[in-house]
Structures are given as structure tokens and as C-alpha cells.
């Protein structure tokens, strides 16, 4: 019998069909047993009575909590008096008549609905039994429905979706690079995106003017609570386009977006509050202010962007400047003597995006002109020889044609964990990360064979 989703056991009262998922919950009435059955698509109460069918209704006994089955039987509505309204199927029930088990589940780590109680790492180590909660589904259904809006809303304004690779080589945006070697090029490794934005630059060269992509980006940064060693972003970029038209398209994705996946939240001002990084810093001492008229409320969205960032910051433990976002951004300058002279004076076309105290996203207009960017890379302290062997692929792209473009990338995990007044960005991501990088589920990172490393040419120092 083929099966049927529970959501639509609603329309076949009177008839038999068949369910298939995990047993959600187990009530014995003595001669009556009843199993409330979850699918993907809801939860059926179904019975097993055993002056019917005592072999049935002993096997049922048996069964354990999530595991997993099919039931065959039929739909009746539920006597008078016994509905529940509180779940949509609440008004119908089945009559077991068949039963064929697939896994019968040991006893769980933790009930489910004690998962809010229990250790984060519990949940973690266990994420395949977690995300059987409905909080958590529905959560990667909101998650899944932003995504599909961002794709559509940018379609529609003639973006194209272009794939990067994760295997490149290193782009600067202040964190470690992830390594991977090369067994074919011994001694040689690749490096796994810290953002696309070489590629995205190299996509404006080639004419794409309007690009985005759900990117993912991996940057090995210190371990830190509430961080992710992966995370994605809205990643775009855009030709021919002034740092106001960015951050007004931008606008209008999100004003767009709140009001129609996220209809019970307001919006604290409209258009966003634009704000440069030294009014910002006069006026609120950070770069992410909370600009919510009522920080208790928790359907308020203060977005706000900040712009004008300075170019360069001192990097203290280093004694060396450092790029306040990333060396590609464009300063505010024409006269390079003045980058060389007085780094910190130089500010940027370069703006972050904000919201209710969070920097999520960030972004620039990006410097085309070879001697700008030169001139920046040596304030950065790299040598001549060094920036034409690192960076050559942009000097030789950019001497045949480059537009002026800009772009911006808005972190999907932070918006949605802020937007759901969720504790974490774990709890919006399905296999997240420990703060300090672990994989609790697959127990990565973990060792490898001897064979591969010396494949991969790669000696471990005091390997046990
Ligand atoms: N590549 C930058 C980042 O990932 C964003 C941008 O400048 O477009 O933060």
C-alpha cells in the first residue's frame, strides 16, 4: 500500500491507509494503546485496541519511543469530547490494523522535549536525533524560505548566480586560511575561501556586472563563543555602481524580505539609518550600534548602515597596519603620497551593515586603479616582488578593461539567529560547529592515516 503523509490522512476519513515515520509518544490505557506517529508533516493518534487484534496489540506494546515504522489502519474521526484541538489532526484518529517495523530506537540520549534543558553538546554530538524536533525543522524551513526569497529577489533584478570554487588560493579578510594540500603539486596547497571575493572581482572583469551567490566562507579564527570556523553569506557584487545604490539595493531586499517572511516584526526606520564609523563612534563608542527604540522588544529591527570606515587599523601585537576590512577596498584618496604618509587618515568606501547591535555583513566599492591598490598592499607591509606573486592574476585582470564595482555580503546565520531571538547561530545552522571548530557529530577534526599524510607529502611533528 503506498504510503500517505500524515497532513493529508485529513481528507481520507473513512478509508485505510497507510503512515510511515517515529513514534513521537506512548500512552497505555490498559486494553487501549495509543501512539501519536510523526512524519515530516505532522503527528497522527493512532490506537491499538486490544480486544481487536492481541498480537497486534502486544507487538505495539513493545515498541520504543522514535522508532521507526509504518502503520496501516484506518481514519475515523475521534469520539465526541476526545479532540484535540491544539494539533491538526486533532479532530481524527486510526485505527491500527497493520504494523511493520523498520529500527527500533534505543533509549535516546535525551527526551526531545527536554532538549532545550540539556548540555549544548549533548545536542550537538546528537544533531541527527535534535533536528527531529519540530523547533528545529522549522526553523531550517524559515532558513530555506530566506534563501529562496534572496535568490528570486535578486533574479528578478538581473543578478546571475555563479558557483566559485572552494579550492583557490588565499584571500585576505583578516582571519587564517584553511589549507588544503596538493597531492599532485608536493608542497603545495590550496586555500579554502575566506570569502569568493577575488572570484567576484574577476566575475566584474569578465562583464558579469550583477553577481551573488549563497557562499560559503571558512576563515580559522580564534575559538570565540558565538562563532563559526563556516559560515554562509548573500555574497554580491555589481559593476558600474555607486556605494548608495549597493546599500539601497540592499534596503529594499530586506524591507522586502522582513515584511514577507517575517511579518511580525517591525522595522525600526525606514530607509535604513545611514551613519559614518566616526559618528557612530562619537555617539555610541562602537561600530555596531543597537539603534532599537525598545531594546526589550523583541520583534524590533533596527537595521543601520555604517559607513566611511577608516582604511587601515594598527594592529597592536604585530606593530603593522592592517586592513580594517580588506586590502581591496578603495580608500577615500586620489593622492597615494598621503596613504604612504598618513595611513590612519585614510578613510574608505566601505560600510558595514547592522543590525540591533550585530555587524551582519559588510562590504566596499573596490579600488581598480593598480597604483591605489599597489600603494595599499605596501602600506600592508607585503614587498613589491611579493604582492606581483600573490596578487599577479589582479594586476594582469585588471590592465584589460576593468569596470568600477563594489559589492556587500550579508551573513545568512546571524540575520536568521537575530530575526528567530535565537541564543546562538547554532541554533540556525544544521550541523554547526563548537565555538572552537569541532564537529561533536562527525568528530572532526580528527587524525588521518599515516598513507595519506605522506600521499599529501605532509610530516606531522611528534605524529603518536
Ligand atoms: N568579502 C567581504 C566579506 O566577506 C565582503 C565584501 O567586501 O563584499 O566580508
Request: glycine residues 6%; aromatic residues 10%; charged residues 30%.
Amino acid at each position: 500500500m503506498k504510503r500517505t503523509y500524515i497532513a493529508d490522512s485529513l481528507k481520507s476519513v473513512g478509508k485505510k491507509i497507510r503512515v510511515c515515520g517515529w513514534i513521537n509518544s506512548k500512552r497505555d490505557h490498559g486494553s487501549l494503546l495509543f501512539i501519536d506517529l510523526r512524519d515530516r508533516t505532522g503527528v497522527l493518534q493512532v490506537v491499538f485496541q486490544q480486544e481487536v487484534n492481541q498480537k497486534l496489540f502486544s507487538l505495539a506494546q513493545e515498541l520504543t519511543l522514535e522508532s521507526a515504522l509504518c502503520i496501516e489502519g484506518t481514519i475515523r474521526e475521534r469520539p465526541k469530547g476526545t479532540e484535540n484541538l491544539q494539533i491538526k489532526t486533532g479532530k481524527i484518529e486510526m485505527i491500527a490494523e497493520d504494523l511493520e517495523v523498520f529500527s527500533k530506537a534505543k533509549t535516546l540520549p535525551f527526551p526531545l522535549e527536554k532538549a532545550n534543558q540539556v548540555r549544548e553538546e549533548l545536542r550537538l554530538k546528537y544533531r541527527y536525533l535534535d533536528l527531529r524536533r519540530e523547533e528545529m525543522v522549522e526553523t531550517l524551513r524559515i532558513r530555506q524560505k530566506t534563501i529562496q526569497f534572496m535568490r528570486k529577489f535578486l533574479q528578478e533584478k538581473g543578478f546571475l548566480e555563479v558557483e566559485t570554487p572552494l579550492l583557490g588560493k588565499s584571500t585576505p579578510e583578516g582571519a587564517r586560511d584553511f589549507l588544503v594540500p596538493s597531492r599532485l603539486h608536493p608542497g603545495k596547497f590550496y586555500a579554502l575561501p575566506q570569502s569568493p571575493q577575488q572570484y567576484k572581482q574577476m566575475l566584474m572583469v569578465a562583464g558579469i556586472e550583477r553577481y551573488f551567490q549563497i557562499a560559503r566562507c571558512l576563515r580559522d579564527e580564534d575559538p570565540r563563543a558565538d562563532r563559526q570556523v563556516e559560515h554562509t553569506q548573500l555574497d554580491i557584487e555589481m559593476s558600474f555602481v555607486s556605494q548608495e545604490e549597493i546599500l539601497s539595493l540592499i534596503e529594499e531586499l530586506y524591507i522586502r524580505l522582513v515584511k514577507e517572511i517575517f511579518p511580525n516584526k517591525k522595522i525600526t526606520k525606514i530607509p535604513f539609518i545611514r551613519m559614518t564609523y566616526k559618528e557612530a563612534m562619537r555617539r555610541y563608542k562602537t561600530d555596531k550600534p543597537d539603534l532599537r527604540r525598545d531594546k526589550k522588544d523583541p520583534d524590533e529591527l533596527a537595521f543601520a548602515f555604517i559607513t566611511d570606515f577608516p582604511m587601515f587599523e594598527w594592529k597592536k601585537e604585530e606593530r603593522r597596519w592592517g586592513a580594517m576590512h580588506h586590502p581591496f577596498t578603495k580608500p577615500q584618496v586620489e593622492d597615494i603620497k598621503r596613504i604612504k604618509e598618513s595611513p590612519e587618515s585614510i578613510l574608505a568606501y566601505q560600510y558595514d551593515f547592522v543590525l540591533n547591535g550585530y555587524e551582519i555583513g559588510g562590504g566596499s566599492l573596490r579600488t581598480t586603479d593598480l597604483e591605489v591598490l599597489t600603494a595599499v598592499f605596501e602600506v600592508l607591509g607585503h614587498k613589491k616582488e611579493e604582492i606581483r606573486k600573490n596578487f599577479g592574476h589582479y594586476f594582469e585582470a585588471f590592465s584589460y578593461g576593468v569596470p568600477p564595482h563594489g559589492g556587500i555580503a550579508p551573513g545568512i546565520d546571524r540575520f536568521l539567529s537575530i530575526v528567530l531571538n535565537k541564543p546562538s547561530i547554532r541554533e540556525v545552522i544544521a550541523f554547526p560547529k563548537t565555538g572552537d571548530g569541532r564537529d561533536l557529530l562527525m568528530g572532526a577534526p580528527s587524525k588521518v592515516k599515516k598513507e595519506q599524510l605522506e600521499e599529501l607529502h605532509i610530516i606531522v611533528k611528534n605524529y603518536p
